[in-house]
T-cell receptor
Framework: AQSVSQHNHHVILSEAASLELGCNYSYGGTVNLFWYVQYPGQHLQLLLKYFSGDPLVKGIKGFEAEFIKSKFSFNLRKPSVQWSDTAEYFCAGEDMRFGAGTRLTVKP | EAGVAQSPRYKIIEKRQSVAFWCNPISGHATLYWYQQILGQGPKLLIQFQNNGVVDDSQLPKDRFSAERLKGVDSTLKIQPAKLEDSAVYLC???????????????FGQGTRLTVV
């Protein structure tokens, strides 16, 4: 069965710090991966997605993720976080099953 | 375009009562998902419909949960009888298609927050 896992449960950063959130997947073959974000009080929304091609995927709000097949990883990155990035971040596979999520708190 | 609509937004019931949630997906979306999100956890997929057929209900507690998608559009999720541990946010999502060849993502509704007391 396809599955994704996230290892960082709660990350606390100061503004302007760099961010990297881990996501690992455990299936082979065609790989489609997503990162979703849930801001406080809002619905889940797509940050970015990988289907094929360039392994470095650019998303909204300055986020990017790199698909590394050899490491079974699809980590989310942002070079400089803002207070408004405080949210929960979820990785999902093509079967739309989600990881446990990572809560990001950005201190002003 | 209109998003995924869910109702009610909040519901409080006593244990052993029944409850139903309604979802109206984005127009034209063939795939509909129901999730349960317990506080502090990721969304857990309960059931996936493709049009009005069930694709995956492996994580649906079928002794108490049921779902239907009449005419391949709206969907309802029912819990009967409810237990305390069913307290969660129930999310509905829809996508144009599903599977490896779909190249589409799911769009989520605001969810229904259920409290069982």
């Amino acid at each position: 069965a396809q599955s994704v896992s996230q290892h960082n449960h709660h990350v606390i950063l100061s503004e302007a710090a760099s961010l990297e959130l881990g996501c690992n997947y455990s299936y082979g073959g065609t790989v489609n991966l997503f990162w979703y974000v849930q801001y406080p009080g809002q619905h889940l929304q797509l940050l970015l997605k990988y289907f094929s091609g360039d392994p470095l995927v650019k998303g909204i709000k300055g986020f990017e993720a790199e698909f590394i097949k050899s490491k079974f990883s699809f980590n989310l990155r942002k070079p400089s976080v803002q207070w408004s990035d405080t949210a929960e971040y979820f990785c999902a596979g093509e079967d739309m099953r989600f990881g446990a999520g990572t809560r990001l708190t950005v201190k002003p | 375009e209109a998003g995924v609509a869910q109702s009610p937004r909040y519901k409080i019931i006593e244990k052993r009562q029944s409850v139903a949630f309604w979802c109206n997906p984005i127009s034209g979306h063939a795939t509909l998902y129901w999730y349960q999100q317990i506080l502090g956890q990721g969304p857990k997929l309960l059931i996936q419909f493709q049009n009005n057929g069930v694709v995956d209900d492996s994580q649906l507690p079928k002794d108490r949960f049921s779902a239907e998608r009449l005419k391949g559009v709206d969907s309802t999720l029912k819990i009967q009888p409810a237990k305390l541990e069913d307290s969660a946010v129930y999310l509905c999502a829809s996508s144009l298609f599903a599977g490896a060849a779909s190249n589409t993502e799911a769009f989520f509704g605001q969810g229904t927050r259920l409290t069982v007391v």
